[in-house]
């Protein structure tokens, strides 16, 4: 099983759409958890931290389930722009790696 | 505010050359500093990372090395470079003093080994 697996992906949604990407880790002690966006032949950026309670940035909303070990990301109203490869990201913070997840890619379509 | 410059953005070297990339990090002290190398279409695979100075952790043993000889310096290197060696390679740095150890990347570096 790997560390953090996230959806194979590609998702090809509508402009305007609401669309999910899920993540699961495997070390419960895991303590820190990230969602990255990485565009096209380009460099991987922080989109949100997530935290215990979840957050909202926007039209991005990242929750954390500690129980089922699962992270999610939400974006509404989705935007062209918004195409890219979506990281979910793991820390232990006893290590000093971060974890990360294949990618998911998003394709928005007008 | 932190900045990480990483060098040269595209590299094209034919096998059995030797390899050096660069980078540095300005606006932070004793930051964790990391190696990664992407293939297409696939996740970041991690190389390299240093607490310190002349503090090197491996992750995947291959024919690459990494040195830190300066707080904000790290650098990648290889004697004689490989076909396989082909690939975006990024380097990243976090803060050493926080739990929540947020990465930030260099633009990356286009290799082609021919």
């Known amino acids: 099983r790997k560390e953090v697996e996230q959806d194979p992906g590609p998702f090809n949604v509508p402009e305007g759409a609401t669309v999910a990407f899920n993540c699961t880790y495997s070390n419960s002690a895991s303590q820190s958890f990230f969602w990255y966006r990485q565009d096209c032949r380009k460099e991987p950026k922080l989109l949100m931290s997530v935290y215990s309670s979840g957050n909202e940035d926007g039209r991005f909303t990242a929750q954390l389930n500690r129980a089922s070990q699962y992270i999610s990301l939400l974006i509404r109203d989705s935007k062209l722009s918004d195409s890219a490869t979506y990281l979910c990201v793991v820390n232990v913070v006893s290590n000093y790696q971060l974890i990360w997840g294949a990618g998911t890619k998003l394709i928005i379509k007008p | 505010s932190q900045t990480i410059h990483q060098w040269p953005a595209t590299l094209v070297q034919p096998v059995g050359s030797p390899l050096s990339l660069e980078c540095t990090v300005e606006g932070t002290s004793n930051p964790n500093l990391y190696w990664y190398r992407q293939a297409a279409g696939r996740g970041l695979q991690l190389l390299f990372y240093s607490v310190g100075i002349g503090q090197i952790s491996s992750e995947v043993p291959q024919n690459l090395s990494a040195s830190r000889p300066q707080d904000r310096q790290f650098i990648l290197s290889s004697k004689k470079l490989l076909l396989s060696d082909s690939g975006f390679y990024l380097c990243?740095?976090?803060?050493?003093?926080?739990?929540?150890?947020?990465?930030?990347f260099g633009q990356g570096t286009r290799l082609t080994v021919v």
């Open positions: 990243a740095w976090a803060r050493g003093d926080r739990e929540v150890i947020e990465a930030f």
